[in-house]
């Protein structure tokens, strides 16, 4: 088989990839080791920037997230039991959209398949060869049998566990690494919000979001030792922790109820560099990670497509290789500041095991800081909403 751009792994980023480049008239064969419904199950990511919004759009599958979509105008943070809303309208004119990572996946899976554009679910032992020529190899395994795809260029949005990077030789990158000592646990409930933005809190018990997914499904999450296993909290123990780390108020109107789904995502800061390595390009998870605070991984999933699709469209419409030379300082500038923002919005909220009474005074600094100085407000404001490229 031969394709232009293999492309490893059918999350966002793979799926997003596929999308733009076929609207773009280059052929992209997709590699998936999971199948289609696996894929649908996990439940991540909820928030979308307004650039994402105006990138499904541009790649023609935005019409269910507007018309499902909630758009948001601010978030509110509760600190210690005192609350504040911040209004991104009125400080950038900004917006979010909340609209599920599996509804953004759902509908690039339905314009595939409604183009007939090719995706191999479940296929195995997929390995990288020749990236450094001209013309690299994907082999892989489906139904037993061995197959290979030869193209120009592979994009690895395998993913953070996936083989793409794991296939660069040793030394061509540099990684640079923070795990933070606690996970969120998450659970999924179809009951109506607790409130009609997202409230994320600070509580010395620890961390707490109130999210949703609907107007009548919410999503909300606690952080928990690293570690800790999602059968150690029945829904009751879940609900007694969120209660006691909301302010007083928030707590009183939350509506519990049975959850559909519970389950644990470690905390991690991840970047390496260069994004290229010859023919291969890697994009989203599997080049960096950014901890959940603030909403930001699938959001730079989908930049880093976007970039990658502009280079390559310019690499075979225009015949110049200026794009894809740049890619990877192009996307990291804004990768870095994702990855500051979201480090600073985790030590902001987060309890951490070895702050003492003078880093929660800071913390509260930080909140009394963001909440008195418009400056401050702006700055929270513009890099939640999105920074530009
Ligand atoms: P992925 O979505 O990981 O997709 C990679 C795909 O590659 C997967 O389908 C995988 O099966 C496939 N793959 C892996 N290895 C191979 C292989 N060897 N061969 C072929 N295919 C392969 N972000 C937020 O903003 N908020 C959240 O609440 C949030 N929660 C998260 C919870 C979890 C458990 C995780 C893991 C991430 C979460 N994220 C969250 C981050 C966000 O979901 C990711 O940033 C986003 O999924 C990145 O998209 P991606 O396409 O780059 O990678
Ligand atoms: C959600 C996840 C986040 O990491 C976040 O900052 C906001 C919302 C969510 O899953 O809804």
């Known amino acids: 088989m031969r394709t232009q751009v ?54 023609g599958v935005g019409a269910r997230m507007h018309a499902e979509g909630l758009v948001h105008g601010g978030i509110a943070i509760s600190f210690d039991g ?20 599996t509804e953004v996946t759902r509908d690039l899976m339905r314009a595939r398949d409604a183009s007939g554009a090719k995706t191999v679910y479940e296929a195995e032992d997929v390995s990288l060869h020749d990236l450094d020529g001209d013309s690299p190899k994907v082999r892989f395994v489906k139904d037993g049998i061995a197959r290979e795809i030869a193209c120009d260029f592979v994009a690895g949005c395998d993913g953070y566990h996936g083989v793409s990077r794991a296939s660069v030789p040793e030394g061509a990158l540099r990684t640079y690494e923070r795990v933070y000592p606690f996970g969120w646990l998450g659970i999924l409930v179809d009951r109506p919000p607790v409130s009609e933005e997202l409230v994320y809190a600070h509580h010395a018990r620890g961390f707490a979001l109130c999210s949703m997914r609907s107007p009548t499904r919410s999503r909300y999450y606690v952080q928990v030792p690293a570690g800790e296993k999602p059968e150690a909290w029945p829904d009751d123990r879940f609900w007694d922790e969120l209660r006691r780390r909301l302010d007083p108020e928030t707590a009183e109107r939350l509506v519990t109820g049975p959850s559909i789904e519970k389950s644990i995502a470690p905390l991690r800061s991840f970047v390496a560099e260069p994004l290229r390595f010859g023919r291969l390009f890697l994009a989203g998870d599997a080049a960096h990670i950014v901890p959940p605070t603030g909403a930001k991984g699938l959001n730079l999933a989908l930049n880093d497509v976007g970039c990658l699709a502009e280079a390559l469209t310019e690499f075979y419409l225009e015949r110049s290789a200026a794009g894809i030379d740049r890619y990877s300082d192009r996307v990291l500038k804004r990768v870095w500041k994702a990855e500051r923002f979201s480090w600073w919005m985790t030590s902001v909220l987060h309890t951490f095991p070895e702050t003492d009474a003078f880093g929660r005074r800071i913390q509260r600094a930080e909140f009394d800081y963001l909440v008195g100085s418009e400056a401050a407000s702006r700055s929270l404001a513009e890099n939640y909403t999105g920074l530009p490229l």
């Open 6 to 59: 293999a492309i490893i792994g059918a999350g966002p980023a793979g799926l997003l990839l596929g999308r733009l480049l076929e609207r773009a008239g280059i052929d992209a064969v997709i590699l998936e080791r999971r199948s289609q419904d696996h894929v649908l199950g996990r439940i991540r990511a909820g928030v979308l920037e307004q650039g994402s919004v105006a990138l499904l759009d541009r790649a």
């Open 82 to 101: 005192d609350r504040h809303r911040f209004d991104f309208r009125a400080l950038v004119g900004r917006t979010v959209t909340v609209y599920g990572q």
